[in-house]
């Protein structure tokens, strides 16, 4: 495979769910993020992972929590979500020396 | 004021004309500009990125930057029904690690 791969690509979970997604990039990139999509608003910046360093949003709740274990794969763990969170979470990832992304195709989530 | 901002539109083109796209921003200490094009249903594209004041051409496609006025556009030449898709304006910078932000997009139509 090459790209940025995300899964799944669409999930349906309640309130009191547990879940994780995924995002694994095979470009040999060094920066991987998160991003949230909802209708009509601007792509919202949720973490970042790159050899410098972690950057987090404060914005962002406590029921989403990153995890990075390594260069090529990047997950969201979620737990105890609310009806607003459901949005597109798109994935990214961008190479040393570039500043574009590439992104994955993106999990729809759906809270209920 | 949004970090960066576009008219949502949606912005309607005969096709074979140009379709100008516009975009301002906010900090003035941003150092990349990019534009991306999301299919309805897909993941954001990179098409072309400009770094410097003045005109980058690519095909079809010639980004625009006049960091003086924090202005970025994107004109499309001969615009194709194929080109119909929203537009997102894109920031980028260094600091403490390099992120992007995003402006919630243009929709553009082009009419066969």
């Given at each position: 495979?090459?790209?940025?791969?995300?899964?799944?690509?669409?999930?349906?979970?309640?309130?009191?769910?547990?879940?994780?997604?995924?995002?694994?990039?095979?470009?040999?990139?060094?920066?991987?993020?998160?991003?949230?999509?909802?209708?009509?608003?601007?792509?919202?910046?949720?973490?970042?992972?790159?050899?410098?360093?972690?950057?987090?949003?404060?914005?962002?709740?406590?029921?989403?929590?990153p995890e990075c274990p390594n260069s090529s794969h990047l997950f969201l763990h979620l737990h105890t979500l609310q009806?607003?969170?459901?949005?597109?979470?798109?994935?990214?990832?961008?190479?040393?020396?570039?500043?574009?992304?590439?992104?994955?195709?993106?999990?729809?989530?759906?809270?209920? | 004021?949004?970090?960066?901002?576009?008219?949502?539109?949606?912005?309607?083109?005969?096709?074979?004309?140009?379709?100008?796209?516009?975009?301002?921003?906010?900090?003035?200490?941003?150092?990349?500009?990019?534009?991306?094009?999301?299919?309805?249903?897909?993941?954001?594209?990179?098409?072309?990125?400009?770094?410097?004041?003045?005109?980058?051409?690519?095909?079809?496609?010639?980004?625009?930057?006049?960091?003086?006025?924090?202005?970025?556009?994107?004109?499309?030449?001969?615009?194709?029904?194929?080109?119909?898709?929203?537009?997102?304006?894109?920031?980028?910078?260094?600091?403490?690690?390099?992120?992007?932000?995003?402006?919630?997009?243009?929709?553009?139509?082009?009419?066969?």
């Amino acid at each position: 495979e090459t790209g940025v791969t995300q899964t799944p690509r669409h999930l349906v979970m309640g309130m009191t769910n547990k879940k994780s997604l995924k995002c694994e990039q095979h470009l040999g990139h060094n920066a991987m993020y998160w991003y949230k999509q909802s209708a009509k608003k601007p792509l919202e910046l949720m973490f970042v992972y790159s050899l410098e360093e972690r950057v987090e949003n404060n914005s962002v709740p406590s029921r989403f929590s990153p995890e990075c274990p390594n260069s090529s794969h990047l997950f969201l763990h979620l737990h105890t979500l609310q009806p607003e969170d459901s949005a597109l979470y798109l994935c990214a990832s961008r190479g040393q020396g570039s500043y574009g992304y590439t992104f994955g195709s993106g999990t729809r989530l759906t809270v209920v | 004021q949004k970090e960066v901002e576009q008219n949502s539109g949606p912005l309607s083109v005969p096709e074979g004309a140009i379709a100008s796209l516009n975009c301002t921003y906010s900090d003035r200490g941003s150092q990349s500009f990019f534009w991306y094009r999301q299919y309805s249903g897909k993941s954001p594209e990179l098409i072309m990125s400009i770094y410097s004041n003045g005109d980058k051409e690519d095909g079809r496609f010639t980004a625009q930057l006049n960091k003086a006025s924090q202005y970025v556009s994107l004109l499309i030449r001969d615009s194709q029904p194929s080109d119909s898709a929203t537009y997102l304006c894109a920031v980028g910078r260094n600091t403490g690690g390099f992120k992007t932000i995003f402006g919630a997009g243009t929709r553009l139509f082009v009419k066969a």
